[in-house]
Structures are given as structure tokens and as C-alpha cells.
């Protein structure tokens, strides 16, 4: 899966998941802050993307993901190929 294509899932999966419009995803905006997100939802979040991607997450780099570039490239770093 292309960069291009790993973003426009997770977009499209996160808006779904917390009801927000696509648009306001954007790569450096803060993910708790665009999600309206506490502690709990973070951990949703990770929990679906983990389910579509097949990567895992782990406890000690969640607080290395902040913004939603960090993540397209923590996703694209360990996708199974």
C-alpha cells in the first residue's frame, strides 16, 4: 500500500470512528486535540488502527505519536508488506 493510500484509510476510518469531517484530519494537526480525545480514546484509536493495518502499537511509542504524521509514518514504518 502507497503512503497516499495508507493515509486516505486512515482518514476515512478515524473520521467514521469519532464523527468528525475528513478535512480537519490534516498531517500536523495534534490527534487528541482534532479528535476531541482523552486517554480512553486514544486507546480506540490505536486499537482500530492496529485492526486495520495488522501493526501493534506499542505502549511506550504512543506518546512519541502526536500529530497525524507521526502516525501515517509509524503505520507505513511497520506495515506487513
Known amino acids: 500500500m502507497d503512503k497516499t493510500k495508507l493515509i486516505s484509510k486512515v482518514n476515512e476510518a478515524l473520521a467514521e470512528e469519532f464523527e468528525i469531517e475528513?478535512?480537519?484530519l490534516v498531517p500536523d494537526a495534534?490527534?487528541?486535540d482534532t479528535?476531541?480525545?482523552d486517554s480512553l480514546g486514544?486507546?480506540?484509536m490505536v486499537a482500530?488502527?492496529?485492526s486495520l493495518f495488522g501493526v501493534?502499537?506499542?505502549a511506550n511509542e504512543i506518546a512519541s505519536i502526536l500529530?497525524?504524521?507521526n502516525l501515517y509514518?509509524?503505520?507505513d514504518r511497520n506495515i506487513k508488506r
Open 22 to 24: 475528513v478535512s480537519t
Open 30 to 32: 495534534n490527534i487528541k
Open 35 to 37: 479528535l476531541d480525545i
Open 42 to 44: 486514544l486507546v480506540d
Open 48 to 50: 482500530l488502527v492496529e
Open 56 to 58: 501493534k502499537i506499542q
Open 67 to 69: 500529530t497525524f504524521e
Open 73 to 75: 509514518d509509524y503505520i
